[in-house]
């Protein structure tokens, strides 16, 4: 019995899934991809971008990307950042965002989850998990 | 003066090999609006919050956090490639309706000309249209009551000439108020549709 009630809540707390869509690509310069599943298609303006994506940057490029609760990202060059989690409602503007920078430089201004969901806010390095309480910052980092 | 220049010797290797094994950074930077805020850095050393603009920390491969203070110009030699590919910040526009009708004031009609042209000033231009109540009424009647308002706003920016592609609509219903009031108050200036441009 209990397996089931663990799986349901599995399946309850799971709810964000690789494929939701989470922002859009608003600038790019130089050689920017995202790498989906599988497959990988640049990061041009106007591609979306997608839970589980990984966006990547070639040297001399930089990728700019506004997520959909306003949340404003920004790659530089020889970059590496995976969106791991985006959940946001848009009707109680509450949610989650989770991102990862493997390497490089990142940019942020924080959007409306920052302020209504701080705790829901998480970047993460190889060696820092960072929270933001309506912010601006940069981070980075030499890799794993 | 020789063990002086020694010491300096030594300091200058440690600090050499503190930078060696630097292996992530982090700088606080000011907030546009010149509001407050903060990050808080978690590690498996310790933690960190940095809540003055240009305060900074370098971390090390075990998680040691080392404080530092960064300057507009020093950021902008190290990070400026990555923030100039910052997207254009979100902006929003409030529309107010008469009351009574559904017709939009004249100050609105302005705001939707200024939204119209802030929209052709971004590349990948996307808003969304949301709408919002004053405290009058149940939430669930004000969330279903904005998102009304707010479909209202959506088919008549799709009849101006915006594609259907570009517009998302929600309601927020009485949650987010311009002015915080008592349940059951009935506030014009929270009665509005606001359309964010990002």
Same mark, same amino acid.
């Given at each position: 019995?209990?397996?089931? $009630?663990?799986?349901? &809540?599995?399946?309850?707390?799971?709810?964000?899934?690789?494929?939701?869509?989470?922002?859009?690509?608003?600038?790019?310069? *130089?050689?920017?991809?995202?790498?989906?599943?599988?497959?990988?298609?640049?990061?041009?303006?106007? %591609?979306?971008?997608?839970?589980?994506?990984?966006?990547?940057?070639?040297? +001399?490029?930089?990728?700019?990307?506004?997520?959909?609760?306003?949340?404003?990202?920004?790659?530089?060059?020889?970059?590496?950042? #995976?969106? +791991?989690?985006?959940?946001?409602?848009?009707?109680?503007?509450?949610?989650?965002?989770?991102?990862?920078?493997?390497?490089?430089?990142?940019?942020?201004?924080?959007? $409306?989850?920052?302020?209504?969901?701080?705790?829901?806010?998480?970047?993460?390095?190889?060696?820092?998990?960072?929270?933001?309480?309506?912010?601006?910052?940069?981070?980075?980092? /030499? *890799?794993? | 003066?020789?063990?002086?220049?020694?010491?300096?010797?030594?300091?200058?290797?440690?600090?050499?090999?503190? %930078?060696?094994?630097?292996?992530?950074? #982090?700088?606080? &930077?000011?907030?546009? @609006?010149?509001? =407050?805020? /903060? #990050?808080?850095?978690?590690?498996?050393?310790?933690?960190?919050?940095? @809540?003055?603009?240009?305060?900074?920390?370098?971390?090390?491969?075990?998680?040691?956090?080392?404080?530092?203070?960064?300057? %507009?110009?020093?950021?902008?030699?190290?990070?400026?490639?990555?923030?100039?590919?910052?997207?254009?910040?979100?902006?929003?526009?409030?529309?107010?309706?008469?009351?009574? +009708?559904?017709?939009?004031? /004249?100050?609105?009609?302005?705001?939707?000309?200024?939204? $119209?042209?802030?929209?052709?000033?971004?590349?990948?231009?996307?808003?969304?249209?949301?709408?919002?109540?004053?405290?009058?009424?149940?939430?669930?009647?004000? @969330?279903?009551?904005? &998102?009304?308002?707010?479909?209202?706003?959506?088919?008549?920016?799709?009849?101006?000439?915006?594609?259907?592609?570009?517009?998302?609509?929600? *309601?927020?219903?009485? =949650?987010?108020?311009?002015?915080?009031?008592?349940?059951?108050?009935?506030?014009?200036?929270?009665?509005?549709?606001?359309? +964010?441009?990002?």
């Amino acid at each position: 019995m209990w397996v089931i $009630k663990l799986v349901v &809540l599995l399946l309850v707390s799971g709810a964000v899934y690789a494929g939701d869509d989470a922002g859009l690509i608003k600038n790019a310069s *130089g050689m920017a991809t995202i790498l989906r599943g599988d497959g990988q298609i640049p990061a041009g303006v106007g %591609a979306h971008v997608q839970v589980s994506d990984v966006v990547k940057t070639g040297a +001399n490029s930089s990728v700019g990307i506004t997520l959909n609760d306003g949340t404003l990202l920004s790659a530089g060059p020889d970059s590496t950042l #995976v969106i +791991n989690k985006f959940v946001f409602d848009s009707t109680a503007h509450t949610g989650e965002l989770d991102v990862s920078l493997k390497k490089g430089t990142l940019a942020v201004v924080s959007g $409306k989850l920052a302020k209504t969901s701080p705790r829901a806010v998480i970047f993460r390095t190889p060696t820092t998990l960072l929270g933001v309480r309506g912010t601006e910052f940069v981070l980075e980092t /030499a *890799g794993e | 003066m020789k063990m002086f220049s020694g010491k300096i010797i030594v300091n200058v290797l440690m600090l050499g090999l503190l %930078a060696g094994c630097v292996q992530d950074r #982090v700088v606080l &930077l000011p907030n546009a @609006d010149g509001s =407050r805020s /903060a #990050v808080v850095l978690k590690t498996a050393a310790g933690e960190q919050v940095l @809540d003055q603009p240009y305060e900074a920390a370098s971390i090390s491969q075990a998680g040691k956090i080392a404080a530092s203070r960064e300057t %507009a110009e020093s950021v902008q030699s190290r990070y400026g490639q990555t923030l100039s590919a910052q997207p254009k910040r979100p902006a929003s526009y409030m529309i107010y309706f008469s009351s009574g +009708n559904n017709e939009i004031s /004249a100050e609105s009609a302005v705001a939707i000309e200024q939204m $119209k042209a802030d929209m052709k000033s971004r590349s990948a231009p996307q808003i969304t249209v949301i709408g919002h109540t004053d405290r009058v009424g149940t939430v669930e009647a004000n @969330d279903a009551l904005s &998102l009304k308002r707010a479909q209202l706003m959506r088919d008549m920016l799709l009849a101006g000439g915006i594609s259907e592609a570009q517009i998302e609509v929600s *309601g927020s219903g009485e =949650r987010e108020p311009l002015v915080s009031t008592d349940d059951e108050v009935d506030e014009p200036v929270n009665r509005r549709v606001e359309i +964010n441009v990002r």
